[in-house]
T-cell receptor, first 113, second 110 residues
């Protein structure tokens, strides 16, 4: 069974530029998560989707971050404009929902210059 | 604020020894607890989860949960150099909300 797929794996951009990350969850997983992980820290939730509905986006900086999950399958996370402090790894995870285990994708390492 | 606390380490153990990793959590409503392993530059991968007080064993790994003390631990028996990684403890509360600790770095020397 294929795992969570993310692209790109690495992205280098200059500050104030836009950037987008894509995630395809494990087949059949209705719940999708976007996490941010800074060096030396654990993942921090940005947004959680149940199917196509964003049910927890309280930690998403809405002034510059946006996300969508059209058709309830794959998802895109966007940053516009990017700031130096956005340099981090962006992880996507999926689960069957509820208390089920979350499985992580390989992540996208973003460097903002 | 829900918090999960871990000693950042590094925890150094010789090959073949038992590694003991500890974690405390603040939210008494947390239902389940997860241990993830993360190699440098890689994403977290699940080792095991526990939701009942007591011990749960899976191969060389044993998770222990004490809800009264809000304490979770992971024991790794017969540690191998390939176990060297950062171990993330996470607590599940509410509906699907995982709160992660900062992780403990484990170094297993040959």
């Amino acid at each position: 069974e294929a795992g969570v797929v993310q692209s790109p794996r690495y992205k280098i951009i200059e500050k104030k530029q836009p950037v987008a990350f894509w995630c395809n969850p494990i087949s059949g997983h209705n719940t999708l998560y976007w996490y941010l992980q800074n060096l030396g820290q654990g993942p921090e939730l940005l947004i959680r989707y149940e199917n196509e509905e964003a049910v927890d986006d309280s930690q998403l900086p809405k002034d510059r971050f946006s996300a969508e999950r059209l058709k309830g399958v794959d998802s895109t996370l966007k940053i516009q404009p990017a700031e130096l402090g956005d340099s981090a790894v962006y992880l996507c995870a999926s689960s069957s929902g509820g208390t089920d285990t979350q499985y992580f994708g390989p992540g996208t390492r973003l460097t903002v210059l | 604020q829900k918090e999960v606390e871990q000693n950042s380490g590094p925890l150094s153990v010789p090959e073949g020894a038992i590694a003991s990793l500890n974690c405390t959590y603040s939210d008494r409503g947390s239902q389940s607890f997860f241990w993830y392993r993360q190699y440098s530059g890689k994403s977290p991968e699940l080792i095991m989860f526990i939701y009942s007080n007591g011990d749960k064993e899976d191969g060389r790994f044993t998770a222990q949960l004490n809800k009264a003390s809000q304490y979770v631990s992971l024991l790794i028996r017969d540690s191998q150099p390939s176990d060297s990684a950062t171990y993330l403890c996470a607590a599940l509360s509410g509906y699907s909300t995982l709160t992660f600790g900062k992780g403990t770095m484990l170094l297993v020397s040959p």
